[in-house]
């Protein structure tokens, strides 16, 4: 059973955030504040696989779940994010079922796939532990491999993604999402709201989890739509609201007021969502 599987037993549904840059600090903010999952982001940002590493044992020791969001499916991004020991990987931008098998492949060891053999990382205990083949077959067990669905190809495609052995979840991202219904950065529009319905339905019919990222105020119309895990933000984000509040509060002095901010109008993750495809 994957850990996230192993959460969701006891709690449902699990919230996180998402951290864009190498921010230790924000990390052990979000487990104090009672945060259940962290999402790395190596597809559009800065971060190393050396940061995302060490990202993944500080959350890991504070007690929350970590997803890292790769590049694409390439033998050597899958490997390199394997070997951080995050509980998951997002694969984004998986529009085929054929994509998602290569990301299954290089993510299982055999017989599930062929991740290859190496002893001296973090996800397999530096090789402290009595048996490699005991070891990969805890790995195989635990960690949850998603697909992130956010094209119209995807959805179209969506039941033979699901079906793929050896994947765990999908990941929705109404960002790109909508940009692909030609309707960019409308993620409440009519064609968004069914095509992620849709993919809802076809993720619980074949046992798959459902994560997803939402703006704050949807995340519990979403849960009871069947999302497990809801992403409302990012250390980004709360820095930028952060900020705006701060300013709201000192306008009469003459700055310039928080409805002057750019971007103001949706503060929270509306205007970050097209950026961060979630």
Same mark, same amino acid.
């Given at each position: 059973? %994957?850990?996230?599987?192993?959460?969701?037993?006891?709690?449902?549904?699990?919230? $996180?955030?998402?951290?864009?840059?190498?921010?230790?600090?924000?990390?052990?903010?979000?487990?104090?504040?009672?945060?259940?999952? /962290?999402?790395?982001?190596?597809?559009?940002?800065?971060?190393?696989?050396?940061?995302?590493?060490?990202?993944?044992?500080?959350? %890991?020791?504070?007690?929350?779940?970590? &997803? #890292?969001?790769?590049?694409?499916?390439?033998?050597?991004? /899958?490997?390199?994010?394997?070997?951080?020991?995050?509980? &998951?990987?997002?694969?984004?931008?998986?529009?085929?079922?054929?994509?998602?098998?290569?990301?299954?492949?290089?993510?299982?060891?055999?017989?599930? $796939?062929?991740?290859?053999?190496?002893?001296?990382?973090?996800? /397999?205990?530096?090789?402290?532990?009595?048996?490699?083949?005991?070891?990969?077959?805890?790995?195989?067990?635990?960690?949850?491999?998603?697909?992130?669905?956010?094209?119209?190809?995807?959805?179209?495609?969506?039941?033979?993604?699901?079906?793929?052995?050896?994947?765990?979840?999908?990941?929705?991202?109404?960002? *790109?999402?909508?940009?692909?219904?030609?309707?960019?950065?409308?993620?409440?529009?009519?064609?968004?709201?069914? =095509?992620?319905?849709?993919?809802?339905?076809?993720?619980?019919?074949?046992?798959?989890?459902?994560? &997803?990222?939402?703006?704050?105020?949807?995340?519990?119309?979403?849960?009871?739509?069947?999302? *497990?895990?809801?992403?409302?933000?990012?250390? /980004?984000?709360?820095?930028?609201?952060?900020? #705006?509040?701060?300013?709201?509060?000192?306008?009469?002095?003459?700055?310039?007021?928080?409805?002057?901010?750019?971007?103001?109008?949706?503060?929270?993750?509306? =205007?970050?969502?097209?950026? *961060?495809?979630?």
């Amino acid at each position: 059973m %994957s850990k996230l599987a192993e959460t969701l037993r006891k709690r449902r549904p699990l919230i $996180g955030l998402g951290c864009y840059t190498y921010d230790p600090v924000f990390v052990d903010l979000m487990a104090r504040l009672g945060f259940d999952a /962290v999402w790395i982001e190596m597809e559009h940002c800065h971060i190393t696989y050396a940061q995302a590493a060490d990202l993944c044992r500080i959350a %890991s020791g504070l007690g929350l779940l970590t &997803m #890292i969001r790769i590049p694409d499916c390439r033998r050597e991004n /899958v490997l390199k994010a394997a070997e951080c020991g995050p509980d &998951m990987i997002d694969l984004p931008m998986a529009n085929s079922p054929e994509v998602v098998e290569e990301f299954v492949r290089h993510s299982r060891y055999p017989p599930a $796939g062929l991740r290859g053999f190496f002893g001296a990382s973090r996800a /397999v205990d530096y090789g402290l532990g009595p048996s490699f083949g005991e070891t990969q077959q805890r790995i195989n067990e635990q960690m949850c491999l998603i697909a992130q669905i956010e094209t119209t190809a995807a959805v179209s495609r969506a039941d033979e993604i699901c079906a793929v052995p050896g994947l765990d979840a999908v990941f929705i991202g109404p960002g *790109d999402l909508s940009t692909s219904l030609g309707v960019c950065g409308q993620i409440n529009h009519p064609s968004v709201i069914e =095509a992620i319905e849709r993919v809802i339905q076809i993720a619980r019919r074949r046992n798959k989890h459902v994560a &997803m990222a939402t703006p704050p105020k949807s995340a519990t119309h979403w849960s009871r739509q069947g999302v *497990d895990l809801l992403f409302v933000g990012s250390n /980004v984000s709360c820095l930028k609201n952060g900020a #705006i509040a701060v300013l709201a509060e000192i306008s009469p002095l003459g700055l310039k007021s928080a409805d002057q901010v750019p971007g103001d109008e949706a503060p929270v993750l509306e =205007a970050e969502v097209p950026a *961060d495809r979630g």
